[in-house]
């Protein structure tokens, strides 16, 4: 077991993105070692089988416009047919943790063994509203992710404006996500962000992400920030990611 | 009184970018109308006048490389001359502060009237070593800028390593810096970021950042992340801020 966690570790520090992890445990089932290891945790006792927090559910600080849109995605997470059946729609919510290794089977110990101390850098902060409010939405069938983020008061650059580097950090996290679930393990490659307008601080936003083409291992992403009826364009931002094999991190 | 903070207000409600604000309130003596309400701020009693904490000065949390790097290039702040003199040297600390606004004077008094509870992005948490613990210095001769960076547990990305919107938000902060010294008021228009190797947590790293050319209005620069020792490069980025007026906000 102590075998095992050393083993998992240092696969982490050979982690060369955040959205390669994201992949890794969210296929629980692949045949690697990674996958037979996250195997072994899911045989534990039931208080390892504990879910963590999800992050991206509603809470008290969530405004009218953000509910307003979650809903609006959300009914599109499960439809019904003619004859009164229900069935998946065509939009996902994704859930959010603050860790990335608690989207494993078993991450909740995980997280107590390994740095527990670590938090998700969009996540680290407990006071609801305070910073990234945000909840993803993936349709498969377009090959697009939408994030609703309403923005709170510490994450300032210019006073009552969104510091640069938070909107970096949205658009790496929503483009690296629907990466790697279009294409397994990736890393982040390039990120090139061209700067519109400012978000003022309590504002909601929408951060859409689309994929534009794969050549080989590489991965052309995209990805706009606008105000919530798509009037206002704060950002633009192409996105390379590239594919890499767990197997290449365990040697 | 009310009708110039409501003024100022308005001002910053039309701020592009991180960068612009630090020039604003780092240069109060500025004969625009800023300049002017500014001067008057200046007036009021010393309750007024206090200096807000400055966040780039050494804590408990700072590890044995921080401070050596920190003593390293603070020792080159002031230098002794032949006769025994003591006289600038070419580095310069730069004072850093949990909101933008309080680099002007009477600072600490606006950021209680205006969205008192927003915080500076980079300095929002108050547990010393649990984000970001940077200090800048800044060679005017040599056009650069340095900023020592130790990565605290709060700006995980893949367990264990930093998340690239940290990386992005430290890229931005320390090149806005550097703009706004050398050029005065600035907006961000792109900010193209190669990630080359991950940064694990607990890390320290140098951020330097350097002017490539100017054309009109363009401000083209470069940044590096790199170990300490220089040897292993994390991200090279390039940056473009465009050269604004303040006269421009006003109207």
Not at 178 to 187: M, N, R, T, Y
Not at 203 to 210: D, P
Not at 219 to 239: A, L, N, R
Request: include cysteine; proline fraction near 6%.
């Amino acid at each position: 077991m102590a075998k095992s966690v050393g083993r998992l570790f240092k696969v982490f520090q050979r982690l060369r993105s955040l959205t390669l992890i994201k992949t890794l445990l969210s296929h629980p089932s692949t045949s690697s070692p990674v996958g037979t290891f996250v195997r072994t945790i899911a045989e534990l006792p039931s208080p390892f089988m504990l879910k963590p927090r999800d992050f991206s559910l509603p809470n008290s600080s969530w405004g009218p416009e953000m509910m307003r849109l979650y809903e609006h995605y959300n009914s599109q997470c499960e439809v019904e047919t003619e004859d009164g059946e229900k069935r998946e729609g065509p939009w996902r919510r994704l859930p959010s943790y603050n860790r990335l290794l608690k989207y494993a089977t078993g991450g909740l110990y995980l997280s107590k063994m390994i740095q527990s101390k670590a938090r998700l850098f969009t996540r680290n902060i407990r006071e609801p509203g305070a910073a990234f409010e945000y909840v993803l939405f993936a349709n498969s069938e377009q090959k697009r992710c939408v994030a609703i983020f309403q923005v709170g008061h510490l994450l300032e650059g210019p006073p009552g404006h969104v510091h640069g580097g938070a909107i970096a950090t949205m658009i790496d996290t929503v483009t690296g996500t629907q990466a790697a679930l279009l294409c397994g393990p990736v890393v982040t490659a390039n990120l090139n962000i061209n700067y519109r307008s400012p978000i003022p601080l309590g504002s909601t936003v929408l951060v859409e992400s689309s994929l534009d083409k794969t050549e080989g291992r590489k991965i052309f992403m995209s990805c706009k920030v606008t105000s919530t009826d798509g009037s206002k364009v704060h950002t633009e931002t192409s996105v390379l990611f590239l594919s890499i094999s767990i197997s290449h991190l365990l040697f």
